[in-house]
């Protein structure tokens, strides 16, 4: 069964340090790959994609993803956290066992949680 | 270009009661899909619509429909509401179902069942 885990309900990180929120996932075939972010009471707003080709993806706000293949991750990334960044996020992937679908498969989300 | 819209924001209702939320997506957009979030199930997939066709179906009861319009709005409908049907409702929407495009969220309709 596909699947996307975000093994932290929680990260906390000082303002100004690095930051990285964790995605595996489990997939048939090639795996699309999205983070998304929520602030309270909001939608989701999408943040960056992996669909092929560089690893390092590059997105929104400053953030970027590495995706591995081998260790099925997709970890969420930035180099320097701000206290604004503090919200909900969401690893997803698309469901690729329904054919021609935009369904996205999400994790359980992970708590940031960024201190100054 | 404005984002995804979804009326009304927030709802209350009660048990046995039914409820219809509406989304307009991004213009242009042909697909939208629905969610539902909860803080004990996340998020999930409830349908999706492209060209007035529903493509894909998760896994509610048949108390959860929805449809599409010709201009690319959708309806969900939920009927006879249980207590567990409290939720935030999200609609998304993109500009087809290619694998590649990614899904532009609305802000959501809360709805509460008492």
């Known amino acids: 069964a596909q699947s996307v885990a975000q093994p932290e309900d929680q990260v906390n990180v000082a303002e100004g340090n690095p930051l990285t929120v964790k995605c595996t996932y489990s997939?048939?075939?090639?795996?699309?790959l999205f983070w998304y972010v929520q602030y309270p009471n909001r939608g989701l707003q999408f943040l960056l994609k992996?669909?092929?080709?560089?690893?390092l993806v590059k997105g929104s706000y400053g953030f970027e993803a590495e995706f591995n293949k081998s260790q099925t991750s997709f970890h969420l990334k930035k180099p320097s956290a701000l206290v604004s960044d503090s919200a909900l996020y969401f690893c997803a992937v698309r469901d690729s066992n329904s054919g021609n679908t935009g369904k996205l498969i999400f994790g359980q989300g992970t708590t940031l949680q960024v201190k100054p | 270009k404005a984002g995804v819209t979804q009326t009304p924001r927030y709802l209350i209702k009660t048990r046995g009661q039914q409820v219809t939320l509406s989304c307009s997506p991004i213009s242009g957009h042909r697909s939208v899909s629905w969610y539902q979030q909860t803080p004990g199930q996340g998020l999930q997939f409830l349908f999706e619509?492209?060209?007035?066709?529903?493509?894909n179906k998760g896994n509610f009861p048949g108390r959860f429909s929805g449809r599409q319009f010709s201009n690319s709005r959708s309806e969900m409908n939920v009927s006879t509401l249980e207590l567990g049907d409290s939720a935030l409702y999200l609609c998304?929407?993109?500009?087809?179902?290619?694998?590649?495009?990614?899904?532009?969220f609305g802000p959501g309709t809360r709805l509460t069942v008492l």
């Open positions: 619509y492209f060209s007035e066709t529903q493509r």
């Open positions: 998304a929407s993109s500009l087809s179902l290619a694998g590649g495009d990614e899904q532009f």
């Open positions: 992996y669909i092929t080709g560089d690893n």
């Open positions: 997939v048939s075939g090639n795996p699309y």
